[in-house]
């Protein structure tokens, strides 16, 4: 017995001063990483696990001195390593001060001295002042992780899985299988092929494919690369790299500042400090938004589908920070400011030219005021980037609503998204939220077919919802397409008829595109509908009006027993819209693209009358004139600039003189011809809402800043169409009650 | 005979405790161990999963933050294992990792001795580790 | 209605020598040659009015939407909404922005900004019933300030012409005269 304690004995410290010596390094690797910002996680671990295993070993040993040592020191690695607190320059001193004692406490207790070490008091009580906060919340939940995986993670494990999530990589699920009697040789060479892509979180045994000889092993990998290029980067390795899904999130919500690029030193350990047992409960409630939500559910009695209790976004981490969209408006009013500045900035410019005074002074007026220019503009470009958010917000959103859906409908769905990284403007993003949702909830409602429909067309059980997401110049395209049954163009086409939406003729010589175009008119697809078309179309009306609202347009293509493709095109900014200007009665309108389908030239001998309104034939067919002069009351009243009184000042009556053009706008399957003085050609925009006092004013979207202080009105050609579509007759009526 | 694994990535460790459990004064009052040991030692869970198949193990005794596998895959592998799943599993680890000793405890560890110890808890929570229904079934198993 | 609203009031000037209570700023500005006045608290700015755009079938009193640093402000001609004689604008015409209902930011079309009084609530006398005429719901009360409550003739700092024209404009103040002090939330309602 004395043999083998004396043997223990001294392994302890032999051991100890190995480890010792190893912490010198170590902390010379942190010092390193300190100073140049890239802190090498590993290292901090293997620090608080030769800490860990220092404590223990003094504590077997009778080793007081070490043991209360290494307990503090142990308690600030792990709070480091679990990042409470963060790595300073004063949290360094503290540890190389404690790997500098280290070694004198082994001398004297090699020696069985017992002498005061007042410099070792000293670094324990500022040890011990230094203990870290709470970690950030997790955002794990987020992805469809294995229970049994998550069960078996330690503490730092999920420390650092946390970490990687937060810091946006991707999880990988590697599956191994490795030889017994080669698997040291082999893990390091996987480990050093993964290491320079990411990080390894655990290694687990799966138990099960292996023999005696070998054994088969999960591995969880946070990496920065796409699962192509690590399946390439571990060709060598005998991996298979799945990709960990993403779950669908609730709501998206901030994430508090990592702590290791914001955490401020507190107190004279310059660690962040805060009461411990409060970060240990946050710990404990933050496991159970490890777990999948079946088992948060089934832990809570089953008490309805829970929520993670962190919905931290994905994105809103590291170096972002949340910005209050009112404020950058203001931002961008700030701009418009400058922007007036600058035409005042240029009249001077001009100014001094023509003044001839000093052609040195003007040439360099001229140049500071081009580079304002330049400045201004990225300015404006920059503020507007800033409202950018990727689609996944919201695509998160559907995946939730998909297969809660599905489930209901008891329908197999696979929602494969694409593109969900993006980006349009935040109120955009916004606005798509309810539209979206509705297409989705059509295309499983009416688009997929139950199972055994489908089985019966030899088509796989499981139904697929694509939702792909792509940039296409300026503009952002969003795809959802089933492989469900398709519209049935034949009963749209005779519901239509009935409705008298379409004439028996018209439905016999409207192209197939027509047809499918008519699920956007009011009325032809009502709830009694919902089971005769067996398409989706179902409030697509409201749909397409949403999406005209946020200047996009939508399309929509079918095929019978194959399937439905809706395309959305948007404006990638709600500010910006691309329109064509055009001058009536001398002023200037703008007409969003997006519901502009062609612009002819007005024959006046063309014109006929039909029903007290007046109409032209376009390519054989009928389309109703809006004179927007008359409409607007410009024609031969017009008033242009700050004259209240009105007679005789600026614009008296229209040139008649020249031609005129017809602009053709299109909502759905509807068209109507607006009437204009001048094609003044196409510009972007930034539109800009009305006052309230103007809400109950119809016929514009907004107004837009032309330069110069100008102004011209956004027209609204949604609901022009919808003003024009009742008899000409009652319009005017209701007109005339509104002035009178 | 009863074998048992030792899993500990310090080797001082190990040797602590293959002292505590070898060298058990004879008149010692101590819960009684059984007469022959058999100590074997992991120095990572790896090494674990390379020994565990290949003999037949009375107790495992294992830590829990130890690179690579941990402490609590190793527990998972044995609860998961046919074979190994009757093996009782001591933990050893030190106090302040609750969460780990309860997330352990729940994948089916039996018994937790908290770092540090005296020789007289570990041999105490060994034989009472042995004396479980688990260690029990497997002692009368083995004969 | 000039007539009505120049009629001496000597019992007033009685009642603010007594009790004058606290001071409140009020802007003075012209509309169709009456003096009208505002708290400046609810003015935000005085703008020389920008281009205006009419905004086809607004209500008949909305001049139009103007730009202010970005923003669109609808700009309401008070002449017409206090149901004015209309005339021409002139140089002098100004945009006072105040804030309307639901924070919506409002330009109001006034001819000219005549001055500052600083006038007690003692002052103010309920004079809405004694005006019977279309303006009475937007009335707050009257006043007869006199030169001595003149804090700034000329509010916007013009050149000395233009502080001439404000004393002048503002004669019937000076003389005892009245000012009809407007209910800026009943006009804008």
């Known amino acids: ?740 | 005979m009863v074998r048992i694994l030792v899993v500990e990535d310090s080797s001082a460790m190990r040797s602590y405790i293959r002292a505590a459990l070898e060298e058990a004064p004879p008149d010692s009052s101590d819960a009684p161990l059984p007469s022959e040991l058999e100590i074997v030692e992991a120095a990572s869970g790896f090494d674990a999963l390379r020994l565990l198949p290949r003999g037949s193990y009375g107790l495992v005794i294992t830590d829990i933050n130890m690179p690579d596998i941990n402490g609590l895959e190793l527990i998972k592998f044995v609860r998961d294992s046919e074979h190994l799943r009757s093996v009782p599993v001591l933990i050893v680890s030190t106090q302040s990792g609750e969460r780990d000793r309860e997330r352990g405890l729940a994948l089916g560890a039996d018994r937790f001795l908290a770092k540090p110890f005296t020789p007289e808890a570990l041999r105490d929570a060994v034989s009472k580790s042995l004396a479980s229904p688990r260690g029990a079934a497997r002692s009368g198993g083995d004969g | 209605m000039a007539n009505l609203v120049r009629r001496p009031g000597a019992g007033l000037r009685r009642v603010r020598q007594q009790d004058r209570g606290p001071l409140v700023e009020y802007l003075a500005f012209a509309l169709a040659g009456e003096p009208y006045a505002a708290p400046v608290s609810l003015v935000r700015e005085i703008l020389k009015p920008p281009p205006l755009t009419p905004v086809p079938r607004a209500p008949r009193s909305v001049l139009g939407i103007v730009s202010v640093r970005g923003q669109l402000v609808t700009v309401i001609d008070l002449r017409r909404r206090l149901r004015l004689a209309e005339a021409q604008p002139t140089r002098r015409a100004r945009i006072l922005l105040v804030d309307g209902e639901a924070g919506e930011t409002l330009g109001l079309f006034v001819d000219e900004v005549l001055a500052v009084y600083r006038l007690a609530d003692g002052e103010v006398e309920a004079a809405a019933t004694a005006l019977g005429n279309e303006v009475a719901p937007y009335i707050a009360g009257i006043a007869r300030p006199g030169a001595a409550r003149m804090a700034i003739a000329a509010p916007l700092g013009a050149g000395e012409a233009a502080k001439k024209r404000a004393t002048m404009a503002s004669a019937p103040a000076e003389e005892g005269g009245v000012v009809i002090l407007l209910d800026l939330r009943a006009v804008l309602a």
């Not at chain 1, 043999?3 to 392994?11: S, T, V």
């Not at chain 1, 082999?186 to 054994?215: F, R, V, W």
């Not at chain 1, 404006?571 to 062609?598: C, H, K, M, W, Y």
């Not at chain 1, 008359?630 to 020249?658: M, Y």
């Open chain 1, 1 to 740: 017995m004395a043999d083998a304690q004396d043997r223990a004995r001294e392994e302890f410290f032999s051991e100890a001063q190995e480890i010792v010596e190893g912490l010198g390094r170590d902390l010379l690797g942190l010092d390193e990483g300190q100073r140049t910002g890239r802190v090498d996680a590993e290292l901090v671990n293997d620090l608080f696990r030769a800490v860990h295993t220092l404590k223990g070993l003094a504590g077997l040993f009778g080793a007081n001195r070490m043991s209360t040592l290494s307990h503090e020191l142990e308690g600030l690695l792990d709070d480091m390593r679990l990042g409470r607190v963060e790595l300073t320059p004063t949290v360094l001193d503290l540890l190389f001060r404690s790997a500098e004692l280290y070694d004198r406490i082994l001398q004297n207790e090699k020696e069985g001295r017992d002498q005061a070490m007042p410099e070792v008091d000293d670094l324990i009580r500022e040890l011990h002042r230094g203990k870290g906060g709470a970690p950030p919340p997790s955002p794990i939940g987020h992805y469809e992780l294995d229970p049994g995986l998550l069960a078996v993670l330690t503490e730092y494990e999920e420390h650092r899985l946390r970490t990687n999530i937060a810091q946006g990589l991707t999880l990988f699920r590697l599956r191994v299988q490795f030889q017994l009697a080669t698997i040291d040789q082999a893990l390091d060479d996987l480990k050093a092929a993964a290491k320079p892509h990411g990080e390894i979180i655990t290694y687990l045994p799966t138990g099960a494919g292996a023999d005696a000889d070998s054994i088969e092993l999960d591995i969880l990998m946070a990496c920065k690369l796409t699962g192509a290029e690590l399946e390439v980067a571990l060709a060598l390795n005998g991996v298979a790299v799945e990709e960990v899904a993403r779950r669908p999130v609730a709501a998206v919500s901030s994430s508090p500042v990592p702590f290791d690029r914001g955490a401020t030193a507190e107190g004279a350990a310059g660690t962040r400090v805060r009461d411990g047992s409060e970060a240990r409960r946050r710990e404990a409630l933050d496991v159970a938004s490890l777990l999948p939500p079946q088992m948060v559910q089934r832990e809570a009695g089953g008490a309805g589908p829970k929520v993670p209790l962190d919905v931290a976004s994905i994105r809103s981490v590291a170096q972002t920070v949340r910005v209050d969209i009112q404020k950058l408006d203001r931002l961008m009013n700030i701009v418009g400011e400058l922007a007036i500045v600058k035409s005042s900035l240029t009249r001077l410019s001009d100014r001094l030219r023509a003044a001839h005074i000093s052609r040195e002074l003007s040439s360099d007026l001229h140049r500071l005021q081009r580079t304002f220019d330049r400045h201004l503009e990225s300015m404006q470009k920059g503020i507007l980037e800033v409202r950018m958010v990727p689609l996944g917000q919201v695509f998160d959103k559907l995946a939730r609503v998909v297969r809660q859906i599905s489930r209901d409908a008891d329908k197999h769905v696979n929602l494969v998204i694409t593109g969900a990284e993006t980006e349009v403007d935040k109120l955009i993003v916004e606005e798509l939220s309810d539209p979206l949702m509705h297409m989705m909830r059509n295309a499983i409602d009416h688009g997929i077919e139950s199972r055994s429909a489908r089985e019966a067309v030899g088509k796989p059980a499981m139904g697929t919802i694509a939702l792909n997401a792509f940039q296409k110049g300026n503009h952002v395209v969003i795809e959802i397409e089933d492989d469900g049954g398709g519209i049935d163009t034949d009963r749209l086409l005779d519901a239509a008829v009935r409705r008298g939406v379409l004439a028996a003729d018209e439905a016999r010589t409207s192209s197939r595109r027509e047809v499918l175009n008519l699920v956007f008119i009011p009325g032809m697809t009502t709830k009694s509908d919902v089971s005769e078309l067996s398409g989706r179309g179902v409030g697509m009306d409201v749909v397409k009006t949403n999406i005209s609202k946020l200047g996009g347009v939508i399309d929509l293509g079918s095929e019978r027993g194959i399937g439905t493709k809706v395309t959305i095109t948007l404006p990638i900014t709600l500010a910006i819209i691309s329109a064509l200007l055009v001058d009536v009665a001398g002023r200037t309108f703008a007409l969003p693209l997006a519901n502009v389908q062609e612009a002819i030239v007005l024959e006046p001998d063309a014109v006929r009358r039909i029903d007290d309104r007046e109409v032209v034939t376009l390519r054989g067919t009928t389309l109703p004139l809006c004179f927007l002069g008359q409409l607007f009351e410009l024609d031969g009243s017009a008033v242009v600039g700050a004259s209240p009184g009105g007679a005789g000042a600026g614009h008296a009556v229209t040139k008649r003189n020249g031609k005129r053009f017809v602009v053709v706008v299109s909502v759905g399957s509807r068209k109507l011809g607006l009437v204009v003085d001048t094609l003044i050609g196409e510009q972007d925009v930034v539109i800009k809402a009305l006052g309230a006092s103007l809400k109950s004013v119809r016929g514009f979207a907004g107004a837009t800043e032309l330069g110069d202080q100008r102004i011209g009105l956004v027209l609204d050609a949604p609901a022009l169409l919808e003003e024009l579509s009742t008899s000409p007759r009652d319009a005017r009526q209701a007109s005339e009650a509104r002035d009178g």
